[in-house]
């Protein structure tokens, strides 16, 4: 069964820097994109960014182009998030999962709250 595992979110200041990291185990993880969703209640589930399964090629929501970045560990099954320039918009729960969450699971995810 697939599982992820989310961590590194906090209260931050408006500016502001974090790193989420997500611990995956139950599926063979090189083999998948991965992405990272957020969301907040009332406005749905909002994918952020995405990453390949060799980790050569991403993308990313408009709204965090140039201020975000996916990474991965492969020997590690980790997938990271840095988060630089938050404002308050990025408030939301983060979770991770493979891209179109084929699994039909989702951690509890870590949640981000930036406010001054």
């Known amino acids: 069964q697939a599982q992820f595992v989310e961590s590194g979110g906090g209260l931050v200041q408006p500016g502001g820097s974090l790193r989420l990291s997500c611990e995956v185990s139950?599926?063979?993880?090189?083999?998948?994109?991965m992405a990272w969703y957020r969301q907040v209640p009332g406005r749905g589930r909002e994918l952020v960014a995405q990453?390949?399964?060799?980790?050569?090629?991403?993308d990313y929501a408009d709204s965090t182009k140039g201020r975000f970045a996916i990474s991965r560990d492969n020997a590690q099954n980790t997938l990271y998030l840095q988060m630089d320039s938050l404002n308050t918009e990025d408030t939301a729960l983060y979770l991770c999962?493979?891209?179109?969450?084929?699994?039909?699971?989702w951690g509890q995810g870590t949640q981000v709250t930036v406010s001054s």
């Open positions: 999962n493979a891209l179109h969450y084929p699994f039909g699971s």
């Open positions: 139950g599926f063979t993880f090189s083999s998948y994109w």
């Open positions: 990453i390949s399964g060799s980790g050569d090629k991403t």
